[in-house]
């Protein structure tokens, strides 16, 4: 039989080398998870920007037909208004990032033709940050 030398028969890590990588990694992971989080709220703000995009489209669309702008988003699935040549959205009325309805509303104080937003991710009024409402200019 051959002789086993010491190397041959240790192999594999020890207990403490180990503990040491999975510390690496844990430190590694603290220092890159905030960013990537970060970059989620982010991209839900685009998505609701784009979303609002498209509703806009639409709603203009819908304009065009009738003459004048919905009571509420659902009249761009269905609507017995004469001239209406819709639905004007290929799905149901998408609600914003965080699972909330959109706020339309056709009477506005600044001029404009209509007002379109979210409240963003909390859901409420107001707010700073990720937390801010997104309007659709």
Do not use: C
Not at 18 to 37: D, E, K, N, Q, R
Not at 75 to 82: A, D, Q
């Amino acid at each position: 039989m051959a002789k086993l030398t010491k190397k041959a028969i240790q192999r594999g890590f020890t207990l403490i080398e180990l503990l040491i990588v999975i510390v690496i990694l844990g430190l590694l992971m603290s220092l890159v998870a905030p960013t990537m989080f970060s970059k989620v709220d982010s991209s839900k703000i685009k998505t609701a920007e784009a979303q609002m995009q498209m509703l806009q489209t639409s709603l203009d669309t819908y304009r065009l037909d009738i003459g004048s702008y919905p009571e509420s988003l659902s009249e761009l699935r269905t609507s017995n208004k004469k001239g209406w040549d819709g639905p004007y959205l290929p799905r149901e009325v998408p609600l914003d990032p965080w699972g909330n309805p959109y706020n339309y509303s056709r009477t506005t104080n600044n001029g404009e033709p209509f007002s379109l937003s979210s409240y963003g991710r909390d859901g409420q009024e107001g707010g700073e940050g990720d937390d801010a409402d997104i309007i659709h200019r």
